[in-house]
């Protein structure tokens, strides 16, 4: 079976579906035909014209029948079957459509095919009067560029034009006529054009009638809607109206501008006249000449063509024709006078009156709306009635109606509309008699309904509408918002009750299915009123039908001269022409859209309107669809009576139950054909079954919101807020899922008629749409129920209850008469939850018509267990409310009421003594109530709540002592509760285990969609021990009142987490059993500042260890080390901004949150720089300090002020050596030494640079002899400084505290690795979270830092370069122990030498300072990598080296001569220079540059000046032999002599080879650099002698001082003392030694070189 169910190539199973059934227009009471040679295809749509007729098969073929006069070949004008349109074969066509003689179908790729009749262009070809074949039609949107050719989703043809519906919901339009829409007077229009008056809406369908379009448009969503203009910027009428509908008012504002058209100024000035066109017989293809050029300027105003030629030009027409701008949408009622009596009987109630008294003007009765038998009767309504009506009607609706008074006036009406039509310039004549007297007749009857709708304008009942009014778009936007608080009932109505009213949409469910937020919008001709305007008028643009808004159409259909329009709730609309009765109600015609009366209890949920008739298909009571039939009747035989036409008095149902299951019709002229489907094993019976009954479900939601819901959300004193809150919630979920089951209606609906797959219907493809929406809506009613909402109903709404009884048990399908109202009503709110059995039930039946073993058998049967464990798990969710409110009931009080909230439901409770407190005394009351979220404690007056979400609950072993025992944990008690016996035990320990789980799991409680079964999720046998939750602290000292949010262990909060106490103090980052620990940030705000205190970094056990940064309030930032809560270790400490009271910066070691130990203090304002002991936060011990002018201090400390010996050194080298006794102040023995050698013993006093007093001994020493003898204190220099060996402990400590060493080199080296490990794994976590501090080199760096070099056998070589490498890529991360302590010590380095620090005197100490690093780091490295042999030491080469290098200035051979062996020299700089100098670099170079300062002025003016010399004569001036002279050079690969003027051109290799030693860093590399020079010169002077040679010094010295002076390095000093002070020991007797010296002895030359 299931094959056929898919197939339509096997020919059982294609019979049996999409049967053509034809009728005869006209002649009812006939049986349908089957279509003349039709074989058996699965037709899916059909479609019918004139004459003519088109049918699409399952398979994409389209078929024509009838009459074909476009076909070329005679045979196919009036083929005897339905003809294959070979054009189209290939092209799979997914919908088709006809007008009245042309065609048109789509394909699956969104191209349009035309073709029939074109005399009015409607097939889109230029000058043709037939396409005989499918033609494709190119649309192409000229907006966009490149042009893109536009896909089509649906086509509508009328007589003259054809509209296309875009893929981006679009109308594309072309033919001939005003109902094209678009601003053109040139017809036909045969290139598609965009109709841009609905550009930018929704277009959900169109629909063409013959000569007249529609269009079904999504409504713009609320916040779309811009202010509307109080006045029309035409004829300056008020905009907004009122109008009644049936039996509630409705605000309106579609205004429609009498003159029909927007004039521009120019024109509006010069009263243009309005061209009248030809008669509409006359096909000269002119068309109507309107048109409009500024129609963006006022959407409402309809663009209106001149009537046409038969009864036009009279005045009186235009009155009648034109006054629908004063009551816009106007439902007309006959029954005039009904509507006299009524308005009297208003202005009677006097207004004030009402306005007193708060109250509506009453309620009248609903008018007849059979036809009256005083049809051309004017009604007679005095003025003060209509005043008196629109007063009562604006005080109800706001204040800024009442303007509207004015333009009701009806004098006023009249009036301008005599001198309108004076204007517009047509002659008023007599109206002239056209061919057809009926048709006068037809067009007085409309003009005086239209006349009559307009005044008839009466107010009945807006209570119902009163709310929804703001929600549609029928009402200003926002006029809710401006009605004055006076005119509500109650000013203490809560606002947000109009919530509820407004059904809230879901966008999601908007996406999937279909809207049913919707407008009409129509255009073309209105002469049959086929327009729904209320008019007769024809529009040249689209026009919104104001009355159908908030109607919910989901479909339209347009007939020769009528419109029909389906609502969700299975309403049918029906305007236009009912010369026949096609419009399915009374027999005269409507200009606006009325109900049609088709079958009193079935709704409609399909229809199709031919020439002059209308079909039905209507939901019967054994879901068969019954077809009925309203229109044009042919006369029998015997009457022969043309000038009356027939038709039907009401609709007339059509005998078809035989042939099978209608899904489709369509209606053409003279016949109508159905889509029949035959129910093979109940598979179509079951399809109709569920969209039958979803659309009446649907109706009857509607009906139970608009007569139970609404009145009672209206209701007074309806208890408490939260009372009132909940029946919002309720009453908004309940639109909510009610909108959802509208839409689902609506789209079952189109399902019936498409291919009818089970794997695409909604209910399975979308099915957590429709299982949230019931969840949600059974969640709010029973927390409704909990809180007792029925209960509370009962009072306020007690008479509107009692006397609305029957409806209630009607709508409740509740038949007992003994039933309580709220039983009635509670069973009411839970009817839809019902309806999840029934589509369980239907997914079922239709799971049965495949095979068991198909994909569809095995989804629908899961879909179908799927809501049918819902229905039962909400009926579970019923009956907990239930027992939870009978809870509520028993035991009320004070305790219970703070307990009960909505969503509680309780789980069980210990009434029944079943659960004790151990060691509890005799005499306690302990009562124990499990809810689902809490545990609830009760004593005698108190009780206490634990959120179930921090509960462990265990059952405690028997060895415990206790039988029954359960240990209950939270986070700041613990207590064991005794069961009666174990059976309790096992019941509260499960029932508790339970609701803590589902407590952790939140909201999610309803079974796991597609879980099959009645089961949700697996059941897990305990909650989490771990677990996420939220709890405050209400009696932990430290916590009290505390809000912590994370993760939590056995009742401790451990792992990530926030903790926020109420004065605003906060943790956020890691915890370990309840306490902070690990990597965490904490805030702690100062009120006296008005700022807060933050640190970011570690924590161990609740207190602050470890690495972080601490910003204070005052301003001041520490970065370093902590231990509990203190500063301990190495730290860095700003104070204040630098244009701030006082800025400094400590950086250096910290005991106990004091100063202790070695530091630098840099005071910024002072201008001076500490670098020296402290102790208790003050300088103690030895230490230097240097000031910005100079000074330099070195010596000794107490209390901060310098005491005892010291030296003072000032800029201009005079020496102070001796005793101090306080800052920069002399006392006692010393000894002061000139620049220029004198020097004064003795005792001295004053404070220096202020005038010293001086008792001594003046020395004047002979000149020295040598510069042994200069003075001795320049030698002493850093003795009295802090040995460099001492400073910086602390750092150098933290890196060995790293890697878990106590003391230096006391420790395991396995542990040392994996706390390296663990030091990059943690930190990789850390930086996981904000990986932007990483860059992707530090990633890969980290990635490889993982790999530990492994060292297994003899050391050698490679071992040590692979130690080398892990070094470089270790000192590269910060998150490596050692990378962290080489930034470290930069950062110190800097913060020592830069600045005030850059003092010439300081270079010792700093390249000192360098040295004890690489000693210590080198330790370091030592102890991880045991291996390395100690400093100095020689590692073995594995291959020799190459002996072909000769070595400069001796014969042999370099083997390395100095070393006793072949080897390589481990080395602290070798190994680790390479990574610090680099970053060290620049402040050391700077101290060396201003040490050398004045050397190197002397040095460069000699550079300067020697170099001003030609090459030849500097060569001869430097000594260079003349076999050295280079006589030729090549450059750029030429050869040129060098002539007595050459410069810069002699050794340009060599000179540019060292002048790369600035660029390099260190010792060993600058040594490179000199060694690569003397090669460089080597091979210059080989190229010109020729011949091999052996250099001499005395030869090579004045070559190489050549290339010196030619180089001009500016610091070669710094440079060459740089390399002297840090170079390894051990190169210096070697080969690069002897080379430096050539480059030092060069250096002294220069300076001493004096042109002759």
């Not at 059979?370 to 009604?379: F, K, V």
């Not at 056209?434 to 008839?456: F, H, N, T």
């Not at 809207?515 to 009123?529: A, C, F, M, Q, Y």
């Amino acid at each position: 079976m299931d094959s056929k169910k898919k197939s339509s190539t096997e020919a059982e199973g294609s019979k049996e579906r999409g049967l053509v059934h034809v009728w005869q227009a006209g002649s009812f009471s006939l049986t349908p035909e089957r279509l003349p040679g039709w074989g058996g295809k699965t037709v899916l749509q059909a479609a019918l014209g004139v004459k003519h007729g088109v049918l699409l098969t399952e398979d994409g073929e389209v078929y024509s029948f009838g009459m074909l006069p476009w076909k070329r070949e005679s045979a196919e004008t009036c083929p005897s079957s339905p003809l294959l349109e070979s054009a189209l074969v290939g092209h799979h066509v997914v919908t088709v459509a006809t007008g009245s003689f042309h065609s048109g179908a789509v394909t699956e790729s969104g191209v349009v095919y035309m073709w029939g009749e074109n005399a009015a262009g409607q097939c889109a070809v230029a000058n043709q009067q037939y396409v005989p074949e499918p033609s494709p039609v190119s649309i192409s949107d000229s907006e966009t560029s490149p042009v893109l050719a536009v896909r089509i989703l649906q086509l509508a043809c009328g007589e003259e034009h054809t509209l296309a519906l875009s893929i981006s919901r679009e109308i594309w339009a072309w033919g001939t006529g005003c109902q094209l829409g678009l601003i053109t007077t040139t017809f036909p229009v045969t290139k598609p054009q965009k109709v841009e008056h609905l550009a930018g809406r929704v277009v959900l369908q169109v629909a063409c009638g013959a000569f007249h379009s529609l269009a079904l448009v999504q409504c713009l969503p609320p916040q779309d809607l811009k202010p509307v203009p109080e006045r029309c910027n035409q004829c300056s009428q008020l905009l907004i109206t009122m109008t009644d509908k049936e039996d509630h008012v409705i605000i309106s504002d579609s205004h429609c501008c009498p003159l029909g058209v927007t004039l521009s100024e120019s024109q509006a000035e010069d009263h243009a006249g309005t061209a009248t066109s030809p008669h509409p017989e006359s096909l000269d293809g002119q068309g109507e000449v309107f048109e409009n050029p500024l129609v963006e300027a006022e959407p409402n105003v309809g663009n209106v063509q001149t009537a046409r030629g038969t009864a036009v030009s009279s005045q009186q027409n235009i009155v009648g024709t034109a006054e629908v701008s004063s009551a816009g949408t106007a439902p007309s009622y006959p029954d005039t006078q009904a509507v006299t009596a009524y308005l009297q009987k208003l202005s009677e109630h006097s207004v004030r009156e009402s306005h007193e008294q708060g109250e509506e003007p009453p309620q009248a009765q609903p008018l007849t709306e059979e036809a009256g038998p005083d049809l051309h009767s004017p009604p007679t309504t005095s003025t003060s009635a209509l005043n008196s009506l629109v007063v009562s009607c604006a005080s109800a609706v706001g204040v800024r109606v009442a303007a509207t008074y004015e333009a009701l006036s009806l004098k006023k009406v009249m009036n301008f509309y005599s001198t309108a039509a004076g204007e517009a310039g047509v002659p008023p004549g007599s109206a002239s008699t056209g061919p057809e007297g009926l048709k006068d007749l037809r067009e007085e009857q409309v003009k005086q309904e239209s006349i009559q709708a307009k005044k008839s304008s009466s107010l009945v009942d807006i209570r119902e509408e009163e709310s929804e009014a703001g929600s549609r778009r029928l009402s200003l936007p926002g006029l809710l918002s401006q009605v004055s608080p006076r005119l509500l009932r109650k000013a203490a109505r809560a606002k947000t009750r109009t919530v509820v009213l407004t059904p809230t949409y879901s966008g999601e469910a908007d996406a999937l299915l279909p809207s049913l937020r919707t407008e009409v919008w129509t255009w073309g001709k209105g002469k049959e009123g086929q327009l729904g305007h209320g008019d007769v008028l024809p529009r040249l643009q689209p026009l919104c039908v104001k009355c159908l808004d908030g109607k919910e159409v989901i479909h339209l259909e347009a007939g020769g001269s009528h419109s029909l329009a389906l609502t969700a709730k299975s309403q049918v609309y029906s305007w236009g022409s009912n010369t026949f009765g096609q419009l399915g109600h009374s027999d005269f015609p409507t200009t606006v859209p009325r109900l049609s009366k088709v079958s009193s209890e079935n709704g409609v949920w399909s229809v199709a309107a031919g020439q002059d008739y209308s079909l039905f298909l209507v939901d019967t009571e054994d879901f068969q669809p019954g077809l009925y039939y309203s229109g044009r009747q042919d006369p029998a035989e015997g009457d022969t009576l043309p000038e009356n036409p027939s038709g039907t008095k009401t609709p007339v149902l059509l005998s078809c139950s035989k042939l099978g299951y209608i899904s489709r019709v369509a209606a053409g002229k003279d016949s109508y054909l159905a889509l029949v489907d035959k129910n093979i094993m109940g598979y179509i019976a079951s399809l109709h079954e569920l969209a039958t009954t979803e659309r009446r479900l649907y109706s009857k939601l509607s009906e139970i919101k608009s007569q139970i819901l609404r009145p009672l959300l209206g209701l007074e004193n309806l208890g408490t807020v939260t009372t009132v809150q909940l029946l919002q919630e309720v009453a908004s979920r309940f639109s909510k899922l009610c909108y959802l089951i509208g839409q689902h209606g609506a789209s079952l609906s189109s399902f019936l008629q498409g291919v009818k797959e089970a794997k695409s219907l909604v209910l399975m493809k979308h099915s957590s749409l429709f299982l949230d929406s019931y969840t949600e809506y059974c969640t709010s009613i029973s927390n409704f129920l909990v809180m007792g909402g029925f209960q509370l109903l009962a009072k306020p709404a007690i008479d509107f209850l009692n006397k609305n009884q029957e409806l209630l048990q009607d709508l409740s399908e509740v038949n007992d008469e003994n039933t309580q109202l709220m039983e009635i009503l509670n069973t009411l709110f839970f009817l839809p939850i019902r309806r999840l059995h029934n589509y369980a039930k239907v997914l079922l039946k239709l799971a049965t018509c495949f095979e068991v073993t198909s994909p569809e058998y095995q989804k629908l049967q899961d879909s179908s267990s799927c809501y049918e464990s819902l229905a039962l798990h909400l009926g579970r969710k019923r009956k907990e409310a239930e027992y939870t409110l009978g809870f509520w009931k028993t035991f009320p009080g004070k305790m219970t009421d703070s307990l009960r909230k909505p969503e509680r439901r309780l789980l069980c409770e210990s009434s029944n003594r079943a659960l004790s407190l151990q060691h509890a005394g005799r005499f306690s009351v302990n009562w124990f109530i499990l809810f689902n979220d809490a545990l609830v404690h009760a004593q005698f007056s108190t009780h206490h709540v634990f959120p179930l979400a921090t509960l462990w609950a265990e059952p405690l072993s028997e060895e415990a002592g206790s039988v029954n025992g359960l240990k209950i944990t939270t986070p700041e008690e613990q207590f064991t509760l005794i069961s009666s016996t174990p059976q309790e035990k096992t019941k509260w320990l499960r029932a508790i285990s339970q609701a803590v789980d589902q407590a952790l799991r939140g909201a999610s409680d309803f079974p796991l969609y597609g879980g099959g079964g009645g089961g949700g999720g697996v059941q897990r046998q305990e909650p989490p021990i771990s677990r996420s939750a939220k709890y405050t602290f209400y009696k932990d000292p430290r916590l009290k009142d505390a809000t912590y949010d994370g993760r939590w262990l056995s009742g401790k909060p451990h792992g990530r987490g926030v903790l926020k106490w109420p004065d605003g103090k906060m943790y956020s980052g890691m915890f370990r059993n309840g306490l902070e620990d690990g990597y965490g940030e904490y805030r702690i705000p100062n009120k006296a500042l008005n700022k807060e205190d933050h640190y970011v970094g570690h924590w161990k056990e609740g207190k602050m260890c470890g690495q972080g940064v601490y910003s204070y309030a005052s301003g001041e930032v520490f970065e370093g080390c902590f231990q509990d809560n203190m500063r301990h270790g190495h730290g860095l400490l700003r104070s204040g901004k630098l244009t701030s009271s006082s800025p400094s910066m400590f950086i250096g070691q910290w005991v106990m949150d004091k100063k202790a130990g070695y530091g630098v203090f840099d005071d910024i304002t002072r201008g001076e720089k500490y670098m020296g002991m402290w102790q208790d936060d003050v300088c103690q011990g030895n230490g230097v300090v240097v000031t910005q002018f100079g000074l330099y201090y070195e010596g000794n400390f107490h209390l901060n002020k310098m005491t005892g010996n010291g030296v003072l050194l000032s800029e201009d080298d005079t020496i102070y050596e001796g005793e101090f006794s306080d800052d920069w102040t002399l006392s006692g023995k010393g000894t002061l030494t000139m620049p220029n050698g004198d020097y004064i013993e003795g005792y001295f006093s004053g404070e220096w640079g202020s005038g010293i007093k001086v008792t001594g001994t003046y020395f004047k020493p002979s000149l020295y002899e040598s510069d042994k003898d200069r003075p001795k204190a320049f030698r002493k220099l850093g003795n009295l400084a802090v040995a460099a060996d001492e400073k910086w402990r602390a750092v150098f400590d933290e890196c060995w505290h790293q890697l878990g060493c106590e003391s230096p080199g006391q420790g395991e080296v396995w542990k040392a690795w994996d706390n390296i490990a663990v030091a990059l794994t943690t930190n990789r976590r850390q930086h996981r979270d904000s990986p932007e501090t990483l860059s992707r080199s530090q990633t890969q760096t980290l990635e490889s830092l993982e790999y530990i070099p492994q060292h297994v056998g003899a050391f050698s070589v490679e071992k040590y370069d692979d130690i080398k490498k892990y070094l470089i890529k270790a000192c590269d991360t910060p998150l490596h122990p050692l990378g962290r302590l080489v930034e470290t010590l930069v950062a110190v380095y800097r913060m020592t030498y830069v600045g005030v620090g850059a003092n010439r005197r300081l270079l010792q100490e700093a390249v000192k300072e360098i040295k004890s690093y690489l000693k210590r780091i080198f330790q370091l490295v030592r102890f991880l990598f045991p291996e390395l042999p100690e400093e100095g030491s020689t590692i073995p080469l594995s291959a020799p080296l190459p002996a072909g290098r000769r070595s400069f200035c001796t014969g042999k051979s370099d083997s390395r001569s100095e070393s006793p062996e072949p080897g390589y020299v481990v080395t602290s700089s070798g190994l680790l220079l390479p990574v610090l100098l680099p970053r060290l670099y620049p402040p050391l170079f700077m101290l060396y540059a201003l040490d050398n300062d004045r050397e190197e002025d002397v040095y460069w003016e000699c550079v300067l000046r020697l170099n001003k010399q030609p090459d030849i004569a500097l060569l001869g001036f430097l000594g260079v032999q003349r076999k050295f002279w280079p006589a030729t050079l090549s450059i750029l690969g030429e050869s040129k002599k060098v002539l007595p003027a050459t410069r810069d051109a002699c050794f340009a290799s060599a000179v540019e080879c060292l002048q790369q030693i600035s660029t390099t860093f260190t010792p060993s590399d600058k040594l490179k650099v000199i060694q690569q020079t003397f090669e460089e010169i080597s091979q210059s002077v080989l190229a010109s002698l020729q011949e091999d040679f052996l250099w001499s010094m005395d030869d090579l010295f004045p070559v190489f001082l050549y290339v010196v002076l030619r180089a001009r390095i500016r610091n070669l000093g710094s440079e060459v003392h740089l390399i002297e002070d840090l170079m390894d020991p051990y190169l210096q007797h070697g080969e690069q030694g002897i080379m430096f010296t050539t480059l030092k002895a060069c250096y002294y030359q220069i300076q001493r070189e004096r042109l002759n």
